[in-house]
């Protein structure tokens, strides 16, 4: 079964920027559609950001213009871009790769 592991998440004040990575244990990303999930306090995990296979892209509405999504097929790796970052994109962020799982979670915080 394929791992998947996200990092680069933490604390950062409103305005700030983050990468998340979501590495995976064998190449998985070229073939099958990557995504990003969120889920704050108390609220339903949420779809972020969307790359198919043939690498086309789609955003949620709250994040389109300030998140960006992208893939390094070689390094078996997804990246979530998140700049001019807001206290209501506090929540723990997925990765998820159709027919393979999800990844275990990774905490961002945007806070003064």
């Known amino acids: 079964q394929v791992q998947l592991v996200e990092s680069g998440g933490g604390l950062v004040q409103p305005g700030g920027s983050l990468r998340l990575s979501c590495a995976a244990s064998r190449s998985i990303f070229s073939v099958n559609t990557g995504q990003w999930y969120r889920q704050a306090p108390g609220k339903e995990r949420e779809l972020v950001a969307t790359?198919?296979?043939?690498?086309?892209?789609y955003y949620a509405g709250s994040v389109k213009g300030r998140f960006t999504i992208s893939r390094d097929n070689a390094k078996n790796t997804m990246y979530l871009q998140m700049n001019s970052l807001k206290s209501e994109d506090t929540a723990v962020y997925y990765c998820?790769?159709?027919?393979?799982?999800w990844g275990q979670g990774t905490q961002v915080t945007v806070s003064l």
């Open positions: 790359i198919t296979r043939s690498g086309v892209i």
């Open positions: 998820y790769a159709s027919g393979n799982g």
